[in-house]
């Protein structure tokens, strides 16, 4: 089926109910918003956290911001860690190395440098446009593969597979090996994305194997490469470090897995929710069909509306902190809900409506600040390269299912599946 028709509306699941009353409801509210009875439609959770402040302290005594004024000034707080062994009770840390978005200042800000000087500007500029001839040549084949079907997932036939390929080929993954990391990031998916009725610890179990035998493939596949360069992420971590030196073998694991693992995961959402958003906005679908030029805006539009990477859980508090009158003692945890400060009307004019032509468009999709998305650029071209795609090839895509089956996770939030009929494949 396809959504409702009316210019600039969302279908029937995303209309805002009333706002409880009840004096508890504040302190519950990060509860709900993880529930995923909830995991279509948070957005009225949302308006709740906004209407009693913006600030909320939750009953396990953590706190939720959800006002764009102060999630972005929370960003660009030097007071605010990302450090999670910062807290009161400090997180278990598994054997892993940490990576830099894990980090505070000065080491995150030493490691990310080493990341971004072969990634992109100012050393590396021309990185990211490089590759958009292999990103398209990826879509095309992608969508030729769908010829002959009438319906598809657009999450495992498109979304899944196009992201996770262009990381491989950005690393310098062997062709042949890409396989292997399709199977890895399924295993991690399933971390974040567990089937009911799971046993928890046999989930972290298989992941952190699955983690543990990437980083150690990636940390080999790079140390093959020292002393003979060749034009990829891996070979230049280890040949061309930079004035303050490179990783360590563990930084450099850590490294390649985060942005295998977050390059693939907020691309795959960004993808799946432009492509539902567009169907359940026909007027902005046939813009994008009429004017390919007008995709950049869509793009934006869609991290502020259905931004894949709702919240941020994993900051704290290094000293007393107050936001909007509310003190949020030192260690205690803080909770930045990025898609909520999307939707605030005291920054966006009538923010609930989907409007690719919106300017002044500075969303809170990539985060903001000294953590904000390193890979921001590789998304936003990998989304509006596939989307175009989309748009002009798929004959007829209609909705089976509105609202689609959500992934469980309430911090990378989209579809696990999105089923849709198709007339055809275009050329």
Not at 113 to 118: G, L, N, Q, S, T
Not at 172 to 187: C, K
Not at 196 to 221: C, F, I, K, N, S
Not at 335 to 352: E, K, M, Q, T
Request: aromatic share 6%; glycine share 10%.
């Amino acid at each position: 089926m396809t959504a409702a028709d009316t210019p600039g509306t969302s279908p029937g699941p995303a209309e805002t109910p009333d706002i409880p009353e009840t004096p508890e409801a504040p302190g519950t509210l990060f509860r709900r918003i993880t529930d995923y009875a909830n995991r279509a439609d948070p957005y009225p959770l949302y308006a709740e956290l906004r209407a009693h402040g913006g600030v909320a302290r939750q009953d396990d005594g953590g706190y939720l911001v959800g006002t764009y004024h102060e999630i972005a000034a929370l960003l660009h707080d030097p007071r605010i860690s990302s450090d999670r062994r910062n807290r009161t009770v400090p997180d278990e840390v598994q054997g892993v190395p940490i990576a830099f978005i894990g980090r505070d200042d000065p080491e995150h800000e030493r490691l990310r440098d080493i990341a971004m000087r072969p990634f992109g500007p100012p050393h590396t500029p021309g990185r990211i446009d490089a590759m958009r001839e292999e990103i398209t040549t990826i879509a095309g084949e992608l969508i030729d593969g769908l010829r002959g079907r009438d319906r598809i997932d657009l999450v495992e036939d498109f979304a899944y597979p196009l992201p996770v390929t262009v990381i491989c080929r950005l690393l310098g993954v062997p062709r042949e090996d890409e396989p292997r990391f399709h199977a890895w990031t399924q295993t991690l998916i399933e971390g974040f994305d567990p089937t009911p009725g799971a046993d928890p610890a046999e989930r972290q179990r298989v992941a952190l194997q699955a983690r543990t035998e990437m980083g150690l493939y990636l940390g080999e596949l790079a140390e093959d490469r020292r002393g003979k360069p060749s034009d990829d992420l891996l070979s230049a971590f280890v040949n061309d470090p930079g004035p303050d030196g490179g990783f360590t073998r563990p930084e450099l694991m850590a490294t390649a897995v985060l942005l295998l693992i977050a390059g693939h995961e907020t691309t795959v959402n960004l993808i799946t929710n432009s492509v539902l958003t567009l169907l359940r906005h026909p007027e902005a679908l046939r813009l994008v069909r009429e004017r390919p030029g007008s995709m950049p805006g869509v793009v934006e539009e869609v991290l502020r509306y259905e931004p894949p990477v709702q919240l941020l859980p994993q900051r704290t508090a290094l000293t007393d902190v107050e936001v909007a009158g509310v003190t949020v003692p030192k260690g205690a945890p803080l909770v930045l809900v990025l898609a909520s400060g999307n939707r605030d009307p005291l920054r966006f004019r009538d923010p609930d409506r989907f409007d690719p032509a919106r300017r002044d468009n500075q969303h809170l999709g990539f985060g903001g600040g000294v953590h904000s998305c390193f890979g921001a650029p590789l998304a936003r071209v990998e989304g509006q390269i596939a989307l175009t795609a989309l748009a002009r090839r798929l004959d007829g895509p209609r909705l089976l299912q509105d609202p689609p089956v959500y992934r469980r996770s309430p911090i990378l939030r989209g579809p696990r599946h999105l089923p849709l009929a198709i007339s055809g494949i275009t050329d």
